[in-house]
């Protein structure tokens, strides 16, 4: 496909990266399909470009994309190892990025390469376009305008990147370069069959458990416009998971016909409460409502830590979300 002209913020990424011995790529802490895919398939260039490439974010590849890493690429660095440049994927603010951030204490260069509308352009070099609906279209560029091979493998991983992102290519920010991108990654080698298997069609039962209590115990406003539930610790204990376990089940609230935003609120051990918001309503912009209570998003997918009690952090997350309603309407 042809990919237009090569924005001058990529040649300086490619030039550093040109120039780098040595470099991390960081991605964000609770990392995604499209965290991961873009963390490996850059990591993966970088090694076959003879470059020292240490890959990592605070908590690894999600069980359902390990199949991306047979070889373990995803592994934390020394502490206090010094990298020329620090790779930084799909990470709104440096934050984010968690542990994975001290790589960045001592580097040369910080490179933030993103698609979120809240990012903090926390970099020394910023790629930052909102428009694109997954980091792996920005990284899937950055190959072509660098002439990086795209492998098999490479090919797997930005697949896995945008089509996560996406929501399967069905939500409203998937464009026709969505699809024109994921051919040339399919002509390239990415492997659909496996890629789906492993990815959407492997959950383990302790999902399918937390799943359970989520639609037995999910509550809608009287307009049911909202739906929302909680998952406490004591439900992650039944059901034998952790809090990765719980990635995307919101999904299944939005999902619902009456209900235009869906909250899940997660009790966390630090008495922090992780409030994820989802909305399929373009006029109800959750990532807004979630940096207002200061944490950050997209339109449609958003979310927040707020140190309330849960209570309180049901009711402020409520009534926002219930304003944000009110004005759309
Ligand atoms: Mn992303």
Redesign the pocket.
């Known amino acids: 496909m042809r990919i237009g002209k090569r924005p001058k913020t990529a040649d300086r990424i490619l030039k550093a990266v040109r120039e780098a011995r040595s470099i991390c790529v960081a991605g964000h802490m609770r990392p995604?399909g499209?965290?991961v895919g873009c963390q490996l398939a850059v990591g993966l260039a970088l090694r076959s470009q003879g470059k020292e490439a240490a890959v990592w974010n605070e908590d690894g590849v999600p069980p359902a994309m390990r199949f991306l890493d047979p070889e373990g690429l995803m592994r934390k660095p020394e502490p206090g190892k010094r990298f020329d440049v620090v790779f930084a994927v799909?990470a709104a603010s440096f934050e984010r990025l968690g542990e994975a951030g001290r790589c960045a204490a001592e580097r040369g260069l910080l490179i933030n390469v993103d698609?979120?509308a809240s990012n903090t352009r926390y970099g020394d070099v910023n790629w930052v376009n909102p428009h694109a609906p997954?980091?792996g279209e920005l990284i899937y560029r950055l190959f072509r305008y660098g002439r990086w091979p795209i492998t098999p493998r490479i090919a797997d991983c930005l697949f896995v990147a945008i089509s996560t992102?996406t929501g399967s290519f069905q939500y409203p920010t998937t464009d026709p370069a969505s699809f024109e991108i994921a051919a040339d990654l399919l002509r390239r080698g990415a492997n659909l069959g496996e890629v789906c298997r492993r990815v959407y069609h492997s959950h383990p039962l302790r999902r399918a458990r937390l799943l359970q209590h989520l639609y037995n115990s999910f509550r809608l406003s009287k307009d049911q416009r909202i739906a929302w539930a909680w998952l406490t610790p004591e439900v992650f204990r039944k059901a034998g998971a952790d809090p990765l376990d719980s990635e995307d089940l919101i999904d299944h609230l939005r999902a619902l016909e009456p209900v235009t935003v869906a909250c899940v609120f997660q009790e966390m051990e630090n008495g922090r409460v992780r409030v994820s918001l989802r909305s399929k309503d373009p006029r109800v912009d959750v990532g807004r409502i979630a940096a207002a209570l200061g944490g950050g998003g997209h339109a449609a997918a958003a979310g927040v830590r707020l140190r309330a009690a849960p209570a309180a952090a049901e009711r402020k997350v409520l009534s926002a979300v219930r304003q944000a309603l009110d004005l759309a309407a």
Do not use: P
Request: with cysteine; proline share 0%.
């Open positions: 995604d499209d965290c799909d698609h979120h997954a980091t992102d």
